[in-house]
């Protein structure tokens, strides 16, 4: 990938970045135009200039508009805050992981006062690892950051092995697919991202004032939490 700099500036130029995202360089020129939500800096010669930064947040919108999002809401729901709280865990694959998941996300959200919101964040949580724990390569730890925002909170979980599709993701579940079933009922967002290095899936829940999600299928929390 080739890097440019000059006069304390650098970063990484348009080619390069099409190259490694895997789209023309007139998309993300396109994307600039007419979204501003990446908009990288100006070298000495006037080339464009992406920092790590950028490249991540154009990664999540080409993951949205390959799973089917207009480029518009995928710019939208890449363009977030930072979050007010992040906490990152390394998870044993084992029946154990899923309840260490789910108390990071009681740490994320330990002044949260929305117990349903609470509850679906756990439920995806526990969930996602459960398919980590599952698909991953055996001995590899599993990797989770939770992020919480001000409206919203977001989840990215992380394990090597081999290059997975939805469709053996659903079909190697004891359950039939029932997690990746909750993922889509609750998430706002979500994406998968996977190749021979491991897989990367990255899921948004935004609070409500009533703690439901809005399509409202799946079932409130029972009075414990």
């Not at 092995?161 to 053996?168: C, D, E």
């Not at 409202?216 to 009075?223: A, D, I, L, M, T």
Request: aromatic content about 4%; charged content about 30%; cysteine-free.
């Amino acid at each position: 990938m080739r890097r440019a700099g000059g006069r304390g500036v650098t970063g990484l130029e348009i080619g390069a970045v099409a190259r490694e995202l895997g789209v023309a360089p007139s998309t993300l020129r396109t994307w600039e135009r007419r979204y501003r939500v990446v908009v990288p800096r100006r070298g000495r010669q006037g080339q464009r200039l992406y920092d790590p930064e950028q490249v991540v947040t154009l990664r999540r919108v080409l993951s949205q508009v390959r799973r089917g999002t207009r480029a518009s809401l995928a710019h939208d729901l890449a363009a977030e805050p930072q979050p007010i709280r992040t906490v990152r865990v390394r998870l044993d694959p084992s029946p154990q992981a899923p309840h260490d998941a789910r108390k990071a996300v009681d740490d994320l959200l330990r002044d949260a006062e929305d117990l349903r919101f609470a509850f679906f964040l756990r439920l995806v949580a526990s969930e996602l690892v459960k398919n980590a724990v599952l698909h991953g390569a055996g001995r590899s730890r599993i990797s989770m950051t939770a992020r919480l925002f001000t409206d919203s909170a977001e989840l990215e979980i992380v394990n090597s092995g081999n290059r997975l599709s939805l469709r053996q993701m659903r079909e190697r579940r004891r359950e039939g697919g029932r997690g990746l079933d909750i993922v889509d009922e609750l998430a706002d967002a979500w994406s998968i991202d996977t190749g021979p290095g491991g897989t990367r899936v990255t899921v948004r829940l935004s609070a409500r004032l009533d703690g439901r999600p809005s399509n409202g299928r799946v079932s409130e929390p029972p009075p414990n939490g």
